[in-house]
């Protein structure tokens, strides 16, 4: 079978960027169905064919349906198809932005009023017309959440003030002050639209009920197995979505590898290991595609800053100091997606710190025996040399194990008696929400290369629940500020690189290293787009099967 490939894609310059692996080109050359990220099949003006479910593996299960108070893949993955969201990205062109339930839109000249005029005839699953008062709704409770009810991305949001609703069709969101990746910000796959009729009734509704106006319609989620979606008939894109339906396998590991081999599933759209890839290649061959990209994903090492001793900034950068980034990321992406040293922004982003500038910061020098030196100095001069600490992490076994694991062993160099408690993601989710841990392994993962994304881990936690370290830094919160309402590019910069010194200083959060996304599929799965990101393309409207 020829390889359906295209050249490996390259930076402005004609540099091969980072993340596309020799073994990705070597295999092309060998005639496999590789394809890397930016790429589409030659074979793309094929018409798409209608028909067929599409089979594939989530690695964890959601812990509950919300996706405005979740993170993991596991929910998005599952719950994407059901929902719509304002705009959405283009993954055959990424990043172009394009209209989901908008029809069209504005954006005043000061950037501070965005209106959007919804397509009509819209309808969720259970018959109901959406009109703009949904979107209004979902919005309040993403921006302005009632009680109890979790907005985890509210921090990207804070710039939105009134939200209006003039006509059925028109939504209006006037803005305090102009925001630099606004835009991107509608087009998060997070930002389901719900039913305004049922959070007026129950603004919980989402937590354990599934009602969109998505592509699918929920059929069933057998807890430890499957989830099923089955083709909406009255969605409202003329001609799609192509598939009469998908089932979600809930698989992983040595499980997941044999589900492809055997043929009961056809895609794996988070990521394989490097040695996963090789063993998938060896059994099916050219019977697959495989997609490769660096990704806007990390691990990251959070501290519990309500309890002694890390609300010392010393224990925290010593713990930091303590690991070997540079030494981790040539063991470990051996054998696992954990591959690029990097700061607060991906690898290879624009605004992101160079290496020569990077490796002066704490926790990122390249001598580490120089940085477990002053890591054992400070916890010394801050009374604990001989700390014990529990390292809460994920039950993960790629790559959140592998680089617990790698944690562990760097605090274990430097004299801390150290544990390891590795949970299920619900438990973890609550254990990092309650704050029940000293140290956990977190992870950042976005959609969209822009600070105002990738920082909000940073912020503190009355801005950003998502900050786990219940830290309080009101510097932090203004340079964060200052960078979303900044149009300069070069001066955003220097202020997002402000920001990083002083997280990277106190040490609330630190990153541990980068993933490399490798995605496999059967080779008959069509209309899919390798983008940096795990979170987007995942609505599966575009999905079609070619036999």
């Not at 055997?262 to 997609?291: C, K, V």
Request: charged share 20%; hydrophobic share 40%.
């Amino acid at each position: 079978m020829a390889a359906r490939t295209e050249n490996a894609p390259t930076e402005a310059g004609g540099r091969t960027p980072p993340g596309v692996h020799r073994r990705t080109l070597l295999a092309a050359a060998a005639g496999l169905a590789v394809v890397p990220f930016g790429s589409r099949f030659a074979a793309a003006d094929i018409p798409p064919k209608r028909g067929g479910v599409l089979k594939f593996a989530v690695d964890a299960e959601p812990p509950n349906y919300d996706c405005h108070a979740n993170v993991s893949f596991a929910t998005l993955h599952p719950v994407a198809p059901h929902y719509s969201t304002l705009l959405r990205f283009d993954t055959a062109d990424y990043p172009r932005i394009e209209g989901d339930l908008a029809q069209s839109w504005t954006i005043s000249a000061d950037q501070l009023t965005y209106t959007f005029r919804l397509h009509p005839n819209v309808f969720f699953h259970d018959g109901s017309q959406l009109t703009s008062e949904d979107v209004r709704a979902s919005y309040e409770r993403i921006v302005r959440p009632p009680p109890g009810v979790v907005s985890v991305r509210r921090v990207n949001y804070v710039a939105i003030g009134a939200i209006d609703t003039p006509d059925p069709l028109t939504v209006v969101f006037h803005l305090n002050w102009p925001e630099a990746a606004m835009l991107e910000n509608f087009a998060s796959e997070w930002n389901s639209i719900y039913s305004a009729a049922k959070l007026r009734q129950d603004p919980q509704f989402p937590l354990t009920h599934v009602l969109g106006t998505g592509a699918y319609t929920f059929v069933e989620h057998v807890k430890g197995d499957h989830w099923t979606g089955r083709r909406f008939d009255r969605y409202f894109k003329p001609e799609k979505p192509y598939l009469d339906g998908f089932r979600v396998e809930f698989v992983t590991g040595a499980k997941m590898i044999k589900s492809f081999e055997d043929g009961r599933i056809m895609a794996n759209f988070r990521f394989i290991s490097p040695s996963e890839r090789d063993q998938l290649t060896a059994a099916r061959g050219d019977q697959l595609a495989f997609y490769e990209s660096p990704t806007l994903l990390n691990l990251l090492v959070v501290f519990n800053t309500k309890r002694q001793p890390y609300n010392d900034e010393r224990v925290r950068r010593a713990l930091s100091l303590a690991i070997d980034r540079w030494g981790g990321a040539q063991a470990l992406s051996q054998k696992t997606v954990l591959k690029f040293v990097g700061g607060l922004l991906r690898p290879g982003y624009s605004m992101a710190t160079p290496e020569a500038a990077l490796d002066r910061l704490p926790g990122f020098w390249r001598d580490v025996t120089a940085s477990r030196d002053e890591a054992k100095r400070l916890l010394t001069e801050a009374g604990v040399p001989n700390l014990a600490i529990k390292l809460t992490n994920r039950d993960l076994p790629m790559p959140w194990i592998p680089g617990g694991d790698y944690v562990t062993a760097a605090w274990r160099e430097v004299g801390l008696k150290v544990e390891q408690q590795k949970l299920n993601l619900k438990d973890w989710t609550q254990a990092l929400a309650a704050g029940n841990f000293d140290a956990a392994i977190d992870f950042n993962g976005d959609y969209f290369d822009d600070p105002t994304l990738q920082l909000t881990k940073y912020v503190s936690r009355d801005l950003s629940p998502g900050n786990y370290s219940s830290s309080t830094d009101r510097y932090l919160d203004a340079l964060y500020i200052g960078q979303a309402i900044t149009p300069d590019p070069r001066q955003r910069a220097l202020i997002v690189r402000e920001f990083e010194r002083q997280a990277l200083t106190q040490a609330y959060t630190v990153p541990l290293l980068w993933y490399n996304r490798i995605v496999p599929t059967t080779a008959n799965v069509r209309g899919w787009n390798m983008t940096p990101s795990q979170y987007i393309g995942q609505d599966l409207v575009d999905v079609w099967l070619d036999g």
